[in-house]
């Protein structure tokens, strides 16, 4: 999400002082193939052609679903009043983006790609609640709807890992064209909204010899605050946060680690995180196989943080580079989905590893239109799904291989 970042809770919103009498709201996947492996190759995924000293390959998947609307609305308002203005915009741009048709997308790519690991960000939850009668507000989890739709395609993928991350809400919802019409006060009106953000794990269990142990989560202490507007000087805090399992693929044990950093716009933030997460979660003697969206771009040329050249200075290595001047663009759509060209121009969704044998391919994803009529893409990131051979047994050493 190109927006700024998530507020973590809110538990009461500061006093009103008028009603908010209008709802602010716009009532195939493709993939780029730039070498390797492209998804839906039918040959032999785990690598036993190459032999037991070579070890197996792990396919990985990295994706942000995207919650629907940017949040910057409620990020520049100033007054409760636009605070409740702002969540009305926001709730009704997530809704027209249309949850479902996108996240049917989304498992079209799993299903073409069928990855071994799922590193999701973005898994939003938005609960909408009627306080009176006749009023409608729909709820979307996209973690549930995503399983229904993959369990129609016949796959079989299981949640390995979830890091609850900002939890927002509940917030007064004006959104006449669903009954929720009237805002009184805090505590008086006709609906209210919460949005859950989670990054997410999913194993396919259809993946002979893959064999995971259990989450481990965690958040940063490096969060971004701001201010909630009319509450004596009280902000909120931004919730990142990693999750990883541990776990082997035909004996070949490796750690899979997917996070969430915080935007560019708050650089020192993100930058801080990202020596976090290399101090404490990415410290391991396993293979190393990190996903994400880091929010600092590869090409360091147009990079307004550091944290892309620091994770891959002396711990990491990307596996975009065998794929060598190829741009791999992941961001960003325009925020309604509606754009009719791409407007992909950065890359900050990266599969990062450390000890592996080496990457055998990258490609982008969900980088095409699903429909002509807006939403016109699933999400405003395209994915990457690579291949990663991993060494048999248990390496305690890594070759950096140079970009």
Known sequence: ??????????????ALGALVAALLVAPPVGAEHPGGRPPGHAGSKHGSK????HGPTLEVLTQNLYLGSSLDPAL??????????ATAQIYGTAVASDPPRRLAAVADTIAATRPDLVGLQEVS??????VVAGASPPSYDFLALLLSELAERGLSYRVAGVADNADIGPVPLVAPGFGCRTVSS??????????????????????????????VTGRYAAQQSVPIPDAGGATLDFGRGWVHVDGSLRGARFRFLNTHLEVAGFAAVQEAQARELLAGPA???RQLVAVGDF?????????????????????????????????????????????????????????LTRGIRRARWAVVVG??????????????????????QLRAGDPRHRHHHPR
């Open 76 to 85: 520049d308002a100033t007054t409760g009043v636009e605070f409740v203005a």
């Open 50 to 53: 190459h032999g037991p000293t």
């Open 1 to 14: 999400m190109p927006s700024r970042s998530f507020p973590s809770r809110l538990l009461v919103l500061p």
């Open 283 to 285: 410290r391991t003697r």
């Open 186 to 215: 805090p505590t008086s009106a006709d609906c209210v909204v919460s949005l859950q953000d989670r990054d997410v794990i999913l194993e396919n269990t259809r993946t002979p010899g893959l064999r995971l142990g259990p989450p």
């Open 125 to 130: 939850r938005w609960t909408a609640v009627p």
């Open 295 to 351: 929010n600092s771009p590869a090409d360091r040329a147009s990079s307004t943080t550091s944290t892309y050249a620091d994770l891959t200075r002396r711990w990491f290595d990307d596996a975009w580079w065998i794929n060598r001047t190829r741009p791999g663009f992941t961001c960003c759509q325009g925020g309604a989905l509606s754009n009719p060209t791409s407007t992909l121009r950065t890359r900050i969704d990266l599969v």
């Open 367 to 388: 980088a095409r239109p699903i429909a002509d009529p807006p939403p016109r893409w699933a999400s405003d990131h395209a994915g990457v799904v690579a291949g990663l």
